[in-house]
């Protein structure tokens, strides 16, 4: 079994208007692509057993750590269960040569109603040892954060 990273935070929104934003292209190439990244879906499929190929570009390919060419990352995600409005888990396979990514992590979105909104955790489990530690868990961080972002500034245009 491989590495777990974990991150969360409290969105100022019902468990709804989240797992909304968890289950919808547009808003997943809005909030999902990390910060230095763009995020570009190709293929869309949302039900259990569906999924999603997302093209990751980094914004400054100079240095970029690329796992599918120098400036981009390929990820085929699988939507492994799909609970409204409760949990959302994907299996996420990146394309690369490179056997340290290899592997398919497992990202579980877990909601929770409470009194603020929506609790959120995301748990990664068997991330590639290829993915630096430091450096994911910020990545993994700045996830919950762009969907409250998102999320907030959505509710606020209503």
Request: aromatic share 6%; glycine share 8%.
């Given at each position: 079994m491989g590495r777990t990273d974990r991150a969360g935070r409290v969105i100022a929104a019902p468990p709804a208007a989240v797992y909304a934003a968890l289950v919808d292209r547009e808003s997943l190439e809005n909030w999902l692509p990390p910060d230095g990244m763009r995020g570009r879906i190709e293929?869309?499929?949302?039900?259990?057993g569906g999924g999603f190929r997302m093209v990751l570009?980094?914004?400054d390919a100079a240095g970029a750590p690329g796992k599918t060419s120098d400036a981009t990352d390929v990820v085929d995600v699988d939507f492994a269960a799909l609970t409204p409005p409760e949990r959302v888990v994907q299996r996420?396979?990146?394309?690369?040569?490179?056997?340290?990514?290899?592997?398919t992590m497992t990202l579980a979105w877990q909601l929770t109603d409470v009194a603020a909104g929506t609790d959120v955790t995301v748990t990664a489990t068997d991330v590639p040892p290829g993915i630096?530690?430091?450096v994911h868990e910020?990545?993994?961080a700045s996830s919950p954060a762009n969907l409250a972002a998102y999320v907030e500034r959505q509710r606020e245009a209503l």
């Amino acid at each position: 079994m491989g590495r777990t990273d974990r991150a969360g935070r409290v969105i100022a929104a019902p468990p709804a208007a989240v797992y909304a934003a968890l289950v919808d292209r547009e808003s997943l190439e809005n909030w999902l692509p990390p910060d230095g990244m763009r995020g570009r879906i190709e293929r869309w499929d949302p039900r259990p057993g569906g999924g999603f190929r997302m093209v990751l570009t980094y914004l400054d390919a100079a240095g970029a750590p690329g796992k599918t060419s120098d400036a981009t990352d390929v990820v085929d995600v699988d939507f492994a269960a799909l609970t409204p409005p409760e949990r959302v888990v994907q299996r996420a396979v990146f394309e690369s040569d490179d056997a340290a990514y290899a592997g398919t992590m497992t990202l579980a979105w877990q909601l929770t109603d409470v009194a603020a909104g929506t609790d959120v955790t995301v748990t990664a489990t068997d991330v590639p040892p290829g993915i630096d530690q430091a450096v994911h868990e910020a990545g993994i961080a700045s996830s919950p954060a762009n969907l409250a972002a998102y999320v907030e500034r959505q509710r606020e245009a209503l």
